[in-house]
């Protein structure tokens, strides 16, 4: 244990285990692990950013660790990225117990870190942004990422994109045994978009298939083509990890009892 406590809105903990080195733990749930954390937001962040119109302002809700803004700030054509997170300890025991997600990113130029409620940003801040990438934990009843679950929030995130935008989450687990809360973000945000694109992959850290959504109502994500990913890829700041063109085809290429959940009737937000 590197750091144990609780903070305004959270139960905080730092862990070092044998197999997946370094972890933060939220409220008991794992957040990323040093060993694996790259194939998560790689996953997150790049199929929104490959596939929108315009990289050049780009939103993050959440994403305490800093390493959805690492990836985004991959990219020299992302001029300006915003994050927003609530808790300002998780922000801070991120810089200081793990760095390696950083990498530098909160001290980039191009990166705006806010500390406060992402709820009340999206009421107060009128920038419209190309990509709004939301890396929240889990909406359970009594997280404090709840209250930006619902048709209110969704829409007003759909008003925050520029033309072309994409908003891309993650959307918990696509496993055959529990996929029921991905299902119903997914029934939810089809009110509000053209495309939902659901996609998924494992996460050794988390010992399961975990899911995530990219939604547009210009692009069907899942739809771009390996080699316009390949060409975007091309152009990351050093080495990836997990995503290529390949890669995007196997994440957003379903099995058959997810496709089947994700057309059934059923729970909204
Ligand atoms: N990878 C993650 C997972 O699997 O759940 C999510 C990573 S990130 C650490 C989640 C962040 O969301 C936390 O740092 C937390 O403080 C932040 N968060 C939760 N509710 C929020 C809110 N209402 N506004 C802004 N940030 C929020």
Not at 95 to 108: H, M, R, T, V
Not at 132 to 140: A, K, N, R, Y
Request: glycine letters at 8%; hydrophobic letters at 40%.
């Amino acid at each position: 244990m590197l750091y144990s406590g609780r903070s305004e809105f959270q139960q905080v903990a730092v862990i070092e285990t044998p197999v997946f080195g370094k972890m933060l733990v939220l409220d008991g749930d794992t957040q990323s692990a040093q060993r694996d954390e790259r194939i998560y937001h790689e996953a997150l962040v790049h199929p929104a950013l490959a596939a929108t119109a315009d990289r050049s302002d780009v939103l993050i809700l959440g994403g305490g660790e800093g390493a959805t803004l690492r990836e985004a700030l991959r990219r020299d054509d992302v001029r300006r990225c915003t994050m927003v997170d609530i808790d300002g300890l998780v922000v801070e025991l991120c810089k200081q117990y793990l760095p390696e997600w950083s990498a530098g990113a909160f001290d980039d130029s191009r990166a705006r870190v806010i500390v406060g409620d992402a709820l009340a940003f999206l009421r107060e801040d009128r920038n419209a942004y190309g990509a709004i990438l939301s890396d929240l934990t889990e909406p359970l009843a009594d997280s404090p990422s709840h209250p930006l679950f619902n048709d209110g929030v969704f829409a007003s995130i759909k008003s925050h994109l520029a033309p072309g935008g994409v908003y891309g989450l993650q959307a918990s687990t696509g496993s055959v045994h529990n996929a029921a809360l991905h299902c119903k973000m997914a029934r939810t945000l089809r009110r509000h978009f053209r495309f939902v694109a659901s996609y998924f992959t494992h996460v050794p850290a988390f010992d399961t298939d975990w899911a995530f959504l990219a939604c547009s109502d210009a692009v069907d994500v899942a739809r771009l083509d390996p080699l316009v990913v390949d060409a975007y890829c091309g152009q990351l700041r050093g080495p990836s990890l997990f995503y290529d063109g390949e890669t995007h085809r196997r994440i957003f290429s379903l099995p058959l009892y997810l496709r089947r959940m994700l057309a059934e009737e059923g729970d909204v937000f």
